[in-house]
């Protein structure tokens, strides 16, 4: 048995340690009920439920998201659907945080007013719910049961891995109740296995032709100085390593483009409050390249459990000819794979992305699924109907964007 949060006393308890906690306007969609905003989660309990996940999510680990939802561009204001384990069962008679997704109407996702709610936006192409290993089929039908209450006819869940232990969970708690998921859309991106032998795992992805030239390209770099790969862990170490990666991103082509961190400042504060939190938690590396004394490339990669998210990478575009995000990312790489803590590495890139993709030879399959929470619901097909028509509409346009967004990557 689940009890949904707001049945639970966990939720007046818990506002008190969420970490910068302010009020923020809960999500509605057209039809559905607004219910508790993401800051009233316990961060003392959403940590917990981050150790016990059933599937890595370093996107929404709590000093990440809260930090999205507190100053992030277009990314604040996130409601929280929450499943919490009956507290008669408990040892200490307290409810247990067993599910969580961040969610947000299907209005302010799409412009579509449907009564459905979305996987809210983490700042990461990856947002799969936290389910408790223990208690997944609990926790989703949890989940599902406080979107029916919020008046919510589906839910949408973006950049889910479908392979995953997650959406293993949603499906098989909607086989059990004559449903099934519906799929949206789904691409593959890049992924290391970190299992693998460096060296070798690069051989093969490049090959020795490939390899032979970016040596070339190294040793050119070399002659503004010798080559170092740094990694910060520590609180002390990441807050001057995150300002070094903000200003080469803010140097290079997502600049023109509009995507740099530095270009707002809401998204600026999220990342150094997000990239700080996490560090004091071992969740957080900032790795950076050196040509002696110059920093040439710097790149956020996030930790959960066993797992690595490689964040953003920024450049600097004057030493362009060497391919400095590639020579950065050939060390992370061989960073990755000698750490016996981490097992797999997800880009969390695009489909194709033209600079990871020759050197990450692993692929997860990633997308969006439509969840119904009814049996024989007549207004999920309406949902699927919406979703399909605004893709057909949107996807010229995307494909062009993305076409001139590959080729300002490649030479980063």
């Known amino acids: 048995m689940v009890e949904l949060a707001n049945s639970a006393g966990a939720r007046r ?23 508790a905003p993401l800051t009233t989660i316990a961060a003392s309990q959403w940590r917990a439920l981050a150790e016990r996940a059933v599937e890595p999510n370093g996107y929404y680990l709590p000093d990440w998201a809260l930090a999205v939802n507190a100053s992030a561009r277009g990314r604040t204001g996130v409601s929280a659907l929450s499943a919490w384990s009956d507290a008669s069962s408990a040892q200490d ?20 007013p449907l009564p459905v709610l979305v996987s809210a936006d983490p700042y990461g192409t990856l947002c799969t719910p936290v389910l408790d290993r223990d208690m997944a ?38 086989r059990q109740g004559g449903m099934r998921p519906r799929l949206l859309q789904s691409h593959v991106r890049a992924c290391l296995d970190a299992t693998s032998d460096a060296d070798e795992l690069l051989r093969e992805a490049l090959g020795t032709k490939k390899q032979k030239e970016l040596r070339r390209q190294r040793n050119r770099l070399a002659e503004h100085g010798a080559i170092h790969f740094d990694v910060a862990r520590t609180r002390e170490e990441v807050a001057p390593a995150l300002e070094i990666f903000l200003r080469l ?15 707002d400042n809401g998204d600026v504060d999220f990342a150094r ?27 956020v990669v996030l930790r959960h459990q066993d797992r690595a998210f490689y964040f953003k990478l920024g450049v600097d575009e004057r030493f362009a000819k060497f391919s400095p995000g590639v020579q950065l990312t050939l060390e992370l790489t061989r960073h990755l794979c000698a750490d016996p803590a981490i097992a797999l590495a997800d880009s969390t890139a695009s489909a194709d992305h033209p600079m990871i993709n020759p050197i990450w030879r692993g692929r997860l399959a ?47």
């Open 273 to 299: 409050r997000a990239a700080i939190a996490l560090a004091e938690m071992g969740q957080c590396e900032v790795v950076t390249l050196r040509a002696g004394d110059i920093p040439v490339a710097a790149a």
């Open 13 to 35: 308890a818990s506002a008190k340690d969420a970490p910068g906690n302010r009020a923020q306007p809960a999500a509605a969609s057209a039809d559905c009920g607004a219910f």
């Open 366 to 412: 990633i997308g969006d699924v439509l969840i119904p929470l009814r049996p024989s619901d007549p207004v999920v097909p309406l949902i699927h109907a919406a979703v399909t028509l605004r893709k057909l509409v949107r996807e010229p346009a995307r494909r062009a964007v993305h076409f001139t967004r590959k080729h300002r990557e490649r030479s980063s």
């Open 249 to 263: 991103e803010a140097r290079g082509w997502k600049a023109k483009r509009g995507t740099a961190l530095m270009q």
């Open 93 to 112: 008679g307290a409810a247990r945080l067993i599910g969580l997704a961040p969610v947000i109407s299907m209005w302010r996702a799409y412009k579509v």
């Open 137 to 174: 089929n609990d926790a989703v039908a949890g989940l599902m049961r406080e979107a029916r209450k919020a008046g919510a006819h589906a839910l949408i869940l973006r950049d889910v891995s479908l392979d995953g232990a997650a959406m293993k969970a949603f499906t098989e708690t909607l």
